[in-house]
């Protein structure tokens, strides 16, 4: 009678657990299918890092991650080397809370441009920082169009020794599977409130170095734009 007394409560704190799991993914899909439920407002923002007029934020991802470097000659042939700070490997994960909860809701790494639109560089590089939806797997991928350091505006890029705070325009989208179209509206994604990320100050100095690899962890705010409607 205990036994089953006991596994009786188990099971029904389980359910419980599924019942409130299944609310807050349920709650996470309806506010990131409909950005205005999200009510995202960016902060004020230099020029260099603000989209063109007719586009508004729908979207807000708070990131946490690393940021990937490799250790490369300064020229060929050459004794010294450098890290690779212009094209560093981002590997994040990004979360909104629901109910105090955080729950994922894009993966962003570095992907080929399988799908790219009129803003496109020709050619296209190996790999173009990506951003997936968690939910309906749209993609986009975007370039760097403007950029402010770490620690140079108080509202937006605060924080001195991270990386730069960024403004990144769509070369290219891909819905869904089943149609899913929420990252694949993107037209600019702001990179603000950075913390940490930067390529480490040694390590990288000769040839003996080269093939060195680094993941500095970092985190971020990723606000997402959208054509007007």
Known sequence: MSTNFSQS????????????AALVLGSALSLVSNGAAQRVTPPPTPTLITPEAGNSAFLVGHAFGTQGYICLPTAPGASTAAWNSNNARPEATLFTKVFGQDVQIIAHFLSPDTHPNGNAPSPLPFGSATWQSSFDSSKVWAQKVGAIAGGTDPASCPNDGAIACLLLQSIGSQDGPTGGTLLSKTTFIQRLNTKGGLAPADGCATANDVGKQALVPYSADYFFFKKDE
């Open 9 to 20: 409560i188990k099971n029904t704190v389980r359910g419980r657990r599924l019942f409130t």
